[in-house]
């Protein structure tokens, strides 16, 4: 079991996803070079230099595999291939020993719960019932009556079951029906995707982001789930039954420790998991140290499936708190955005996107960080014409796109992304919000951002030092870092003097979200501005 870091005897013993941020990379928003409107790889490779800029530790890119893009690569056809839209494996071996080169540690995808419709597995799997493979998805007979076998649903609307004529049977998908289920039962299937997985760390990749992990296991006795009573009108329809067949099932922690062991045939390779359920049960996918390296927290974004967290310091300090507590001897992480949910600073306020940037990268823990994100890109504008996301039809929005919108690299033609028409529309303040003009104002959200991670970088207290919050003022988060670290945040919209001088009587102010000059600071009347953070030494 991972040690708490307080005990590890020799700080270098802390492990590189311990110490670098992660950085999301969504590849067909990041940057084109081919011209066709779509991210790619040599699009991200030629911005490996802005990346290092940055101050992170590792991108993490989603799927890049071929697929035909029905969940827009969360569909994947092949395992062990390389999207031809997104390149080619010269193009991936290229960027991946450019990235590591620059010191940038590169993690991938990996969706073992389902794959496309159109992997060569499914389409032997659907040919005949008594093909080889038939096994390796979930196939059932209908009941009586032709109905599906039971009453599970699809996260992306109606049943998780689809018709198949040809043979006969129903078979499960949990997302869209382009998405069927692999048979995590099956031995055959574990195996096929941990050699995909040996597949691309024998390339050289740094670890994995894996898709829905908590997903893999279903009721063997394949029972109905009952009704949600806390079910709401304007909610998802998956959330009209409570999914205690389908999620958190005992047996994907075994699975769960066997992908584990394919990774420690690497060594310091590492694997954090997607998963959406309370702390209590989240931590559980530590295992004993041998399960995921990190479960991703989303506590910060969502406080149920279906309700965002607040900006409010009370709810957050409570949150920090019962989670620092509940890892145990397992490595916290917090996220504050990807590729699913709004961009924070929409979600959040304008006003409140540095201090909650100050945050996530002050707090014990891996942060991931979503792309556009540091320049302050807020949810795009999708004209109902230009919808992309599948989703999007069960939640009458533009589901999941305006998060999705190209990356804002300058204020010209097409905002530096592409060439070519981009394939979600560019939001329309990137002739100000892009990294060319922020590049220029030494006070932008981009250096403020700079600034941030080469302040964490160089604070081994900010990195792996413990976690204490103050109990102070209803509207401010103030929490202790290691020995020498305090940190402060306003959430509120009110100037405020407070008296932390319990703590210490003097502070070297290190960074605020005002980006004033560094100095020193009376603790018996600290003065925060309206929505502003601090970093102090003590
Ligand atoms: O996006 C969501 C709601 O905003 C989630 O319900 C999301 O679908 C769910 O968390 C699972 O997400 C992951 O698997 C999906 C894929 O569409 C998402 O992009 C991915 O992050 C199926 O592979």
Not at 367 to 391: A, L, S
Not at 473 to 501: C, M, Q, W
Request: hydrophobic share 40%; charged share 25%.
């Amino acid at each position: 079991m991972t040690q708490p870091l307080e005990q590890t005897p020799q700080r270098q013993k802390t492990l590189w996803w311990q110490r670098g941020i992660i950085y999301q990379i969504y590849p067909r928003s990041f940057q084109d070079s081919s011209g066709d409107g779509v991210g790619d790889l040599e699009g991200i490779r030629s911005r490996l230099p802005y990346l290092a800029s940055l101050g992170i530790g590792a991108i993490w890119i989603s799927p890049i595999y071929p697929s035909p893009m029905a969940d827009f690569g969360y569909d994947v056809a092949d395992y062990s291939g390389i999207e031809p839209m997104f390149g080619t494996f010269q193009d991936f071996d290229k960027l991946l020993a450019e990235a590591h080169a620059l010191g940038l540690k590169v993690v991938l995808d990996l969706v073992p719960n389902h794959s496309s419709e159109m992997n060569a597995w499914f389409l032997e799997s659907r040919s005949s019932r008594d093909n080889p493979k038939r096994d390796w998805y979930i196939w059932k007979d209908a009941t009586p009556d032709g109905g599906p076998p039971n009453n599970w649903l699809a996260w992306f609307g109606g049943s998780g079951w689809e018709w198949d004529e040809k043979t006969g049977q129903y078979y499960f998908h949990q997302f869209l029906k382009e998405q069927p289920d692999l048979n995590w039962r099956n031995p055959e299937v574990r195996g096929a995707i941990f050699e995909a997985m040996r597949f691309w760390l024998n390339k050289g990749v740094d670890g994995f982001r894996v898709d829905v992990i908590w997903l893999l296991a279903k009721d063997e006795l394949w029972r109905d789930e009952p009704p949600n009573p806390d079910y709401a009108k304007g909610q998802i329809s998956f959330n009209k039954l409570l999914h205690i067949h389908t999620q958190n099932q005992p047996d994907t922690h075994e699975y769960i420790r066997q992908m584990r062991a394919v990774l420690e045939e690497y060594g310091e390779r590492m694997m954090v998991g997607e998963i959406f359920t309370p702390l209590e049960t989240l931590v559980s996918y530590y295992g004993a140290g041998d399960e995921c390296h990190m479960p991703f927290n989303f506590s910060l974004i969502l406080k149920t499936l279906d309700s965002y967290t607040e900006w409010n310091a009370r709810v957050i300090r409570d949150l920090v708190d019962r989670y620092d507590a509940l890892c145990g001897a397992g490595w916290p992480n917090y996220v504050l955005g990807n590729h699913d949910q709004p961009r924070f600073k929409s979600r959040f306020g304008f006003e409140n996107a540095r201090a909650a940037t100050l945050m996530l990268l002050t707090l014990r823990g891996t942060p991931t960080f979503y792309y556009g994100d540091e320049i302050g890109m807020v949810n795009g504008v999708i004209p109902r014409e230009r919808i992309q996301d599948p989703f999007a039809g069960d939640v009458e929005s533009a589901g999941r796109d305006p998060e999705r919108t190209p990356m804002q690299w300058d204020g010209g033609q097409n905002a530096g992304f592409s060439s070519a028409e981009p394939w979600l529309p560019i939001n329309p303040d990137f002739q100000t919000v892009n990294v060319a003009a922020q590049e220029a104002d030494p006070h932008s959200d981009l250096n403020f951002f700079r600034a941030l991670t080469q302040l964490r970088n160089s604070s081994e207290a900010l990195m792996v030092g413990a976690y204490r919050s103050l109990e102070r003022h209803p509207d401010v988060f103030a929490y202790l870092r290691g020995k020498g670290i305090l940190v402060v945040l306003n959430f509120g919209g009110e100037t405020l003097e407070l008296d932390l001088s319990s703590v210490a009587e003097k502070a070297n102010l290190l960074l605020s979200t005002r980006m004033v000059e560094p100095r020193a600071l009376d603790l018996k009347a600290l003065r925060l501005e309206p929505h502003e953070g601090l970093v102090l030494s003590i």
